[in-house]
């Protein structure tokens, strides 16, 4: 069975920076490609970046290209979202998501794993 819990959510002034983390078990992340996407109140989940099974390659959604970083702790077995220069519009639930076959993909439906998500706040 698989479990994600993830953590590092938070409040915080536009600027600023958090860090989200989301330790998997039952599924070793180094052999999948994992994800963040988000949700903000009143809107669709959408997708944030995206890293592929075997770490070398990275997609970003272009609202957070440069100030978004995801990686990856395969010792920890744990994603991780890296989140600088934050704006009040990055205020959302955040998701990590592991795709169980095939390569990285920007499409929540492609995802078979989701943690419970975790609150980012952003005041300006």
């Known amino acids: 069975q698989v479990q994600m819990v993830e953590s590092g959510g938070g409040l915080v002034q536009a600027g600023g920076s958090l860090r989200l983390s989301c330790v998997v078990s039952?599924?070793?992340?180094?052999?999948?490609?994992t994800a963040w996407f988000r949700q903000a109140p009143g809107k669709e989940r959408e997708f944030v970046a995206t890293?592929?099974?075997?770490?070398?390659?990275?997609r970003y959604a272009d609202s957070v290209k440069g100030r978004f970083t995801i990686s990856r702790d395969n010792a920890k077995n744990a994603v991780y979202l890296q989140m600088n220069s934050l704006k009040p519009e990055d205020t959302a639930v955040y998701y990590c998501?592991?795709?169980?076959?095939?390569?990285?993909?920007?499409?929540?439906?492609?995802?078979?794993?989701w943690g419970q998500g975790t609150q980012v706040t952003v005041s300006s």
């Open positions: 998501a592991v795709k169980f076959l095939g390569g990285a993909s920007l499409f929540e439906v492609d995802y078979n794993y």
């Open positions: 039952g599924r070793t992340v180094s052999q999948h490609a």
């Open positions: 890293k592929d099974y075997s770490g070398s390659s990275t």
